[in-house]
């Protein structure tokens, strides 16, 4: 049997806006029925890629594809199996949430009759009953994301674009968000987002690609990233700002987070119990200037960080980017 063809491709993808490159050759499958996270600081191509996968901007080079439709040629095929949520909600406020949806399947293509059954089972499935009643205008910020999530969905595509769809909600609503992606997975739908949280990217995707400069600069689960360009840290807390001094001397260049108002350092580490103790001697060798100690698993932070060169915090891009 063959390995079945990815649900979303890109091959050698180009696009620039003037004289700035935003993808320099990317290439990438995303395969049937998982969760695919796009992380990358400002400008990184993670929006255009959405755009040009959505078949919203044109490529200038390369190919992409969609559920095996060319995103140039096969427009309208593409269109007919995705579904984009993008940073805002795309509702009218004046509306009840019953009419938001109710509009967007008859654009779909429904008969009345059926978008009747299709909106009634979005609501219970998204927890939207109170929702569907009121204006928009008068909902919460969660309230409106699960109506946004709901309405790209009316036309039950096989492939779902969201772009940053947690961006601006609360931890509650944010969870909430976080389930029904992993419904959407679990029912078979393809879902490619972009984040700018680490840990929502953590949780949820099968795989991880990082984006910089245009380019793909990694590509994994989250364990592998973690594995191949993090590393344990070990983090160190000194009693007093002559002890903090002495470690920092001795640890020159390996130090890797240095807090002096703090009195903590961090030192890459294998993470093993020999090379802790022997940090552990070098740093403080009389066993009178450490405090405490602990031992970091790598996060996607630290991949973040070694992959792009950058704090986390820059994720948020420039629309169009």
């Known amino acids: 049997m063959g390995t079945a063809p990815p ?3 890109t091959v050698e993808l180009r696009k620039s806006y003037g004289g700035t490159v935003v993808l320099d050759g990317l290439t990438m499958r995303v395969a049937r029925g998982s969760v695919y ?9 993670k929006t255009t890629t959405v755009r040009i996968l959505a078949t919203l901007t044109a490529p200038d080079g390369g190919a ?4 095996g439709h060319d995103v140039v ?6 269109r007919r199996v995705i579904s984009l949520a993008g940073q805002h909600a795309a509702l009218d406020d004046q509306q009840t949430g019953t009419e938001n949806l109710e509009m967007m399947a008859r654009l779909a293509g ?7 059954r299709r909106v009634a089972d979005l609501v219970e499935r998204f927890d939207l009953v109170e929702a569907a009643a009121r204006r928009v205008a008068t909902c919460s910020g969660g309230t409106r994301r699960r109506l946004d999530l709901a309405a790209s969905l ?3 595509p096989s492939v779902i674009f969201l772009d940053e769809p947690t961006t601006g909600l609360d931890p509650r609503s944010r969870q909430g968000l976080w389930e029904v992606v992993g419904e959407l997975a679990g029912a078979g739908v393809t879902v490619l987002l972009t984040t700018q949280y680490l840990e929502e990217a953590d949780r949820l995707a099968d795989r991880i690609a990082v984006l910089h400069g245009g380019r793909l600069a990694a590509e994994g689960t989250a364990s592998e990233l973690k594995h191949r360009f993090g590393a344990h840290r070990l983090e160190l807390t000194m009693r007093d700002a002559e002890s903090f001094a002495d470690a920092a001397h001795r640890l020159g260049d390996r130090v890797t987070r240095r807090e002096p108002a703090r009195l903590e350092l961090g030192v890459t580490t294998d993470g093993s119990a020999p090379q802790v103790r022997d940090l552990l001697d070098e740093v403080d060798p009389g066993r009178r200037g ?10 996607l932070d630290d991949v973040f960080l070694t992959l792009t060169g950058r704090p986390v915090t820059v ?4 629309a169009g980017v």
């Open 110 to 116: 429904l008969t009345r009759a059926r978008a009747r």
């Open 154 to 156: 009316v036309g039950e």
């Open 290 to 299: 450490l405090a405490r100690f602990t031992v970091r698993e790598a996060t």
């Open 37 to 45: 996270a796009l992380l990358g600081p400002n400008g990184a191509g």
């Open 64 to 67: 992409a594809r969609v559920d």
């Open 73 to 78: 040629r096969d427009r309208r095929r593409v």
């Open 315 to 318: 994720d948020r891009e420039v």
């Open 7 to 9: 649900a979303v491709e």
